[in-house]
């Protein structure tokens, strides 16, 4: 759902290719694609697998970068950012769900939650607090002192959006986050993600191949070999 | 704070912690090499120490020698040197005098020191140096003059506390039938032998009375000279350089140094270069450290990818990893002192490592642990993982976000 139509992020002409090491020929991943994301809106971007989604996802969050082409986030050319600059922008304006997980392994539930507003500076005892509600929102009060090893995939999965809100950021960059869950977990997942989105209005860029998934978003855009369909 | 927080649960974790193979055979390195560099230092320290104790003991932190006439008397001499060096704490008068000691056909040179029984304290320590008898130098009720022998003039003479020596001096006479030398004979009766510290001085030193000196050299009433304990060691040469200013040519001062200069300056280069060489086993051990390091970071690569994602930068994700090599080696360098001071606590109560005396001028391993020497080990130890773990972290902090997430899915 769009509140208001002004462009968060405005991908230009983004081409990607992946060469591997001391050949100079490469795989064109991405072929001169064009986009703008919203603030406040749901996006999902789907195609096959191998189709340059989950890449375009790393490129408009910064995770990678384009080979030609460049990214404005709120109007700022990511191309032109120092990499500690780009390291800001991801915590205090982005929250990553992924397909896996990836929680620390050393840390319980609400450490790993705790993570972007440490790193961000805080205190360990507002960070502790701020991480507490958000478990708390999401249902997971009783698996605050669980190491990931301990939690469902479900719940892991719950832990890791909690930890991508934690800051309050403007956008949520979600790789296949129901991609490793069964349905009724896919589905509790979906439904926090959507609950961001509408009631906080947080801008949702999601990456999937689900089609059921991928229905419930007001717009979807199709990729295939690495190009709009 | 944040990074300090992650190690200390990386550090006892089973992936890449401490307790693998890779880091507790590193850590032992670093613990050999950092337990060696505090031995080697110990007992170099040790032998200094024992060295500048024997000489002291003996000769005083400084020593005046008056050229040609006769010595002031004490009274007079000592306002003026304390006005010139108020570090002067203690003086006293000796005679000093090269003989041939004679016994049961054994003949050797020796050096006969005559002190004033009553001030010997106030500025040499040989009485506490007594192992046999008793520190008298005073003649004996029948007037036989009484001496304390080093214990290894009492070896090689064979010589017994209540035993009887002579000490012949050589004296050029015009008078003498023996082609110009006439011989001033005194004997001594042993009261007491001492242990002097070192060999040289062991085989060579007779400690008797002034005046039984002054007799045996036909010295009168006349001194040879005087010895001074200064409130430091270290300050020795600074204040016979004043003295030897302010008392002109008629004067020769020297400090304890002087006395073994050369081997002094020797043991200052050994110590620097036993250093260097020991040094390299740390070095060794921070490489082992640093491939700890590295097997730690690949493992971590996963853990790395999400700290970017989360927006940690690239400098403080090598500061995690340099933070965590340095706590290596601080184990490493910790358990090292640990390690080499209980080495030197069993060399000490143990006394199990003998030394040829003849050579060495000393006849155990001695050890001396300072504070200086153990916190340069400790420095330069930790110095060294630093700088070895710098390429590991920074291998680290480098790498791309995506791969490190790819990994982190394996």
Same mark, same amino acid.
């Given at each position: 759902m769009t509140n208001d139509k002004s462009i968060l992020i405005s991908a230009k002409k983004i081409t990607k290719v992946f060469r591997a090491q001391g050949s100079l020929e490469g795989l064109e991943v991405l072929k001169s694609v064009d986009l703008d994301v919203y603030r406040g809106e749901a996006l999902c971007i789907m195609g096959n697998s191998g189709a340059g989604k989950s890449t375009l996802l790393h490129i408009l969050s910064t995770l990678d970068s384009a080979t030609i082409g460049h990214v404005l986030f709120a109007g700022q050319d990511l191309s032109k950012l120092s990499q500690a600059a780009l390291s800001q922008l991801r915590n205090q304006k982005m929250g990553f769900v992924f397909q896996f997980h990836h929680l620390l392994n050393e840390f319980t539930a609400l450490e790993n939650v705790m993570m972007p507003l440490l790193i961000a500076g805080e205190s360990f005892s507002n960070a502790a607090r701020s991480a507490e509600k958000i478990l708390n929102d999401l249902g997971l009060k009783d698996r605050k002192s669980h190491r990931p090893s301990a939690l469902s995939g479900g719940e892991a999965q719950r832990v890791a959006i909690a930890r991508a809100i934690v800051r309050e950021p403007q956008v949520i960059f979600a790789d296949e986050p129901t991609g490793n869950l069964d349905q009724k977990n896919g589905q509790i997942v979906q439904n926090v993600l959507f609950d961001l989105n509408r009631k906080r209005g947080v801008t949702l860029v999601a990456v999937t191949h689900d089609f059921e998934f991928g229905r419930r978003f007001p717009r979807v855009k199709t990729l295939r070999d690495g190009q709009w369909f | 704070m944040f990074e300090l927080w992650v190690i200390s649960r990386y550090i006892f974790s089973r992936r890449g912690g401490f307790f693998t193979p890779v880091s507790v055979l590193a850590v032992s390195g670093m613990m050999l090499g950092v337990a060696a560099l505090v031995v080697v230092m110990a007992v170099v320290s040790g032998f200094e120490s024992t060295l500048r104790n024997a000489i002291v003991d003996l000769v005083g932190h400084v020593y005046i020698l008056k050229r040609g006439a006769a010595l002031e008397p004490l009274e007079e001499m000592e306002p003026k040197l304390k006005s010139i060096a108020p570090e002067i704490r203690g003086l006293t008068p000796f005679v000093y005098v090269e003989g041939i000691l004679t016994k049961d056909g054994k003949v050797g040179g020796v050096a006969v020191q005559g002190l004033d029984s009553v001030a010997v304290d106030q500025a040499l =320590?040989?009485? +506490?140096?007594?192992?046999?008898? %008793?520190?008298?130098?005073?003649?004996?009720?029948?007037?036989?003059?009484?001496?304390?022998?080093?214990?290894?003039?009492?070896? +090689?003479?064979?010589?017994?506390? =209540?035993?009887?020596f002579s000490v012949a001096l050589p004296r050029t006479s015009a008078q003498s039938s023996s082609g110009g030398f006439k011989a001033r004979v005194a004997r001594f009766k042993?009261? =007491?032998?001492?242990?002097? =510290?070192?060999?040289d001085f062991d085989k060579r030193y007779v400690l008797t009375s002034a005046t039984s000196a002054q007799n045996l050299g036909g010295l009168g009433k006349r001194y040879s000279g005087v010895r001074i304990r200064i409130s430091e060691a270290g300050l020795a040469q600074d204040v016979s350089f004043r003295l030897s200013s302010e008392l002109g040519m008629g004067y020769v001062v020297r400090d304890w140094v002087d006395s073994k200069r050369n081997l002094f300056e020797a043991l200052q280069i050994e110590k620097v270069i036993i250093f260097i060489v020991v040094l390299f086993i740390t070095v060794v051990a921070c490489f082992n450290i640093a491939s %700890?390091?590295?097997?730690?970071v690949l493992r971590r690569f996963g853990d790395i990818g999400i700290f970017k994602a989360l927006g940690m930068p690239q400098w403080r994700i090598m500061r995690l990893f340099s933070y965590q090599g340095l706590a290596l080696g601080a184990v490493g360098a910790f358990g090292g002192v640990a390690i080499g001071l209980l080495v030197c606590w069993l060399i000490v109560s143990t006394n199990i490592i003998y030394v040829p005396s003849e050579i060495y001028n000393i006849d155990h391993l001695p050890v001396e642990i300072r504070i200086k020497d153990v916190s340069w080990i400790v420095a330069v130890a930790m110095a060294l993982c630093w700088i070895s773990t710098l390429w590991p972290a920074k291998r680290g902090a480098s790498q791309a976000v995506v791969e490190g997430l790819k990994y982190d899915e394996r």
């Open positions: - | =320590g040989v009485k +506490k140096r007594l192992v046999e008898g %008793s520190f008298v130098i005073e003649p004996d009720a029948q007037g036989v003059p009484q001496a304390v022998i080093g214990q290894a003039l009492k070896r +090689k003479f064979g010589l017994k506390v =209540g035993d009887l042993v009261a =007491g032998v001492v242990d002097l =510290g070192m060999h %700890s390091l590295l097997v730690t």
